[in-house]
């Protein structure tokens, strides 16, 4: 096992090596380049914001390792995203289909070893999938979906939880019911553990709508009734959306401001920012300052 062990100083020196790595990268074996790619990870992770100007060659060799070194290319997607997000906008239309590639791909197989790490880096995206977001939709959707009974249970969650991720950053619009029905299917379905996850996701959707969740609150009502479900959330959005006549076009401003649906969306919004928060970098923290970096394959 090539085992690669450095101790170089400064960040700067590290820029400086990344030309002749991904010189290497480019022309090595496989084997090699494959190993250099989970080294990147961790370069990521320590130089930051400053691997912008390698972006697009790091991306092209995301992009030609992708099928045969999956788990690495996510990983070191999950890192640039989170380092260099906005940066990172321009490339989101052209990763998006291979996420969607590997779900189907995932399911086609049934092998599914990927696709927790695969959730992970779309949720690294961020605000930059926001436009995009519809490409997944589908592929997710059918993720949660219990009608396709193969999907292993921790899979469905870890899909429901990234859709209840996911959504604040979308534009719901026409997507709601797209997106409720498999969430309402689970609800409802045979497996218990994943009914709150379902639910809460549920919730984050009729944040989302205001009023227009009505509609689907009675039908949701009698799934929580009937698995004896106590879920003070949904309680409160079915309320608000009953609660309050609904507005007509002209004054659906007014009453958004001043219902309760804003202080919800102001609660759900701040759950977004406040989630997972990419660690300090380091170039912040003292330019010059040197540290040890050891770099060490798995
Ligand atoms: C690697 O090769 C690709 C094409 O095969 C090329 O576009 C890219 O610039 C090369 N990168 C480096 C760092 O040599
Ligand atoms: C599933 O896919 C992973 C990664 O591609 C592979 O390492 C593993 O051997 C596969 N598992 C099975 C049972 O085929």
Request: charged letters at 20%; one cysteine or more.
């Amino acid at each position: 096992m090539f085992t690669w062990l450095v101790s170089l100083t400064c960040s700067t020196i590290w820029l400086q090596v990344m030309p002749v790595l991904l010189n290497i990268m480019n022309s090595t074996d496989e084997a090699l380049s494959v190993q250099l790619l989970c080294e990147m990870e961790n370069l990521v992770k320590y130089v930051r914001q400053h691997m912008r100007r390698f972006l697009p060659d790091l991306l092209a060799l995301v992009h030609s390792h992708w099928s045969t070194a999956t788990a690495p290319c996510l990983n070191l997607l999950r890192e640039l995203s989170i380092s260099l997000r906005d940066d990172f906008k321009a490339y989101v239309p052209e990763l998006l289909p291979k996420f969607v590639a590997l779900i189907t791909e995932a399911e086609r197989t049934q092998n599914y070893s990927n696709l927790g790490r695969a959730l992970g880096a779309l949720e690294a995206l961020g605000t930059a999938v926001t436009e995009h977001v519809h490409l997944v939709l589908h592929a997710l959707t059918r993720l949660i979906n219990p009608a396709q009974s193969a999907t292993p249970v921790e899979t469905r969650r870890l899909a429901i939880r990234s859709m209840r991720k996911l959504l604040p950053r979308m534009e719901l619009g026409g997507y709601a019911s797209a997106v409720l029905h498999p969430l309402m299917k689970v609800l409802d379905g045979p497996h218990d553990e994943l009914r709150r996850e379902a639910l809460d996701t549920i919730c984050v959707c009729a944040v989302l709508m205001g009023t227009d969740f009505a509609l689907f609150v009675p039908i949701i009502r009698k799934a929580v009734q009937r698995h004896h479900m106590k879920h003070e959330w949904f309680e409160r959005l079915a309320q608000a959306s009953y609660g309050v006549k609904p507005p007509c076009m002209s004054d659906a401003e007014d009453w958004e401001s001043t219902s309760a649906w804003a202080s919800e969306v102001d609660n759900l919004m701040a759950e977004q920012t406040t989630a997972p928060v990419p660690a300090a970098d380091p170039g912040e923290r003292g330019h010059g300052k040197c540290v040890h970096v050891s770099l060490r394959s798995q």
